[in-house]
């Protein structure tokens, strides 16, 4: 069946560093969309992509629409303590119009 | 002030016995969803609703009910056919199903069932 995969499962990051991870799938997609979900909390959306190719900004976080259509990148920059949470990428699922299938999430947590 | 709201955050069960979980949103979206999230897992989706008075099976809808009596309301009821109840339980709701796959998320349910 229809599966993301995110990559890394788990990363630390220190203050001001840049980040990066990636979504990967076997099907092509034509939306992509990045989600943030603090401990406890409900995912807030970041970012949605809906060309090949497309690159779009929100504040410090920028998420790319790959070529392939494939996968999606979602880059931080110089990251802050508020940064931290797990970051989920979903896109539509193939059996049900509208719905979406979700990744198992990249979680970043601070350098000790 | 528009949005989705969840409640309890916590609850709270016996295990055999049936719950319901609340969901309300104020965004005139058409579409909501349900789904269950366990630790170190994805999103899976329960049931949706794409219309008042629809809906549909997600991928675990087992032992799980819904009704979508009102635009505004999507309850989600826990039965005691679920056989592993305990998990955080999220609601979601979109413009409509066609016009953007884009779901705004509740604050979610914390359901333990012991």
């Known amino acids: 069946g229809q599966q993301l995969n995110q990559s890394p499962q788990s990363m630390f990051i220190q203050e001001g560093e840049d980040v990066s991870m990636n979504c990967t799938s076997s099907s092509i997609f034509n939306t992509w969309l990045w989600y943030k979900q603090d401990p406890g909390e409900g995912p807030v959306l970041l970012i949605a992509l809906y060309k090949a190719g497309e690159l779009t900004s929100n504040g410090r976080l920028t998420a790319q629409f790959g070529i392939t259509r494939k996968d999606s990148f979602l880059n931080i920059s110089a990251s802050i303590p508020s940064d931290v949470g797990i970051y989920f990428c979903a896109g539509p699922s193939r059996g049900s119009q509208g719905n979406l299938i979700f990744g198992k999430g990249t979680k970043l947590s601070v350098k000790p | 002030d528009g949005g989705i709201t969840q409640s309890p955050k916590y609850l709270f069960r016996k295990e055999g016995q049936n719950v319901t979980l609340s969901c309300e949103q104020n965004?005139?979206?058409?579409?909501m969803y349900w789904y269950r999230q366990d630790p170190g897992q994805g999103l899976r989706l329960i049931y949706y609703?794409?219309?008042?008075?629809?809906?549909q099976k997600g991928d675990i809808a087992e032992g799980y009910s819904v009704s979508r009596e009102k635009k505004e309301s999507f309850p989600l009821t826990v039965t005691s056919a679920q056989k592993n109840p305990t998990a955080f339980y999220l609601c979601a709701s979109s413009i409509g199903v066609g016009l953007a796959y884009e779901q705004y998320f509740g604050p979610g349910t914390r359901l333990t069932v012991t």
């Open positions: 965004l005139n979206h058409d579409a």
């Open positions: 609703s794409q219309i008042v008075n629809d809906f």
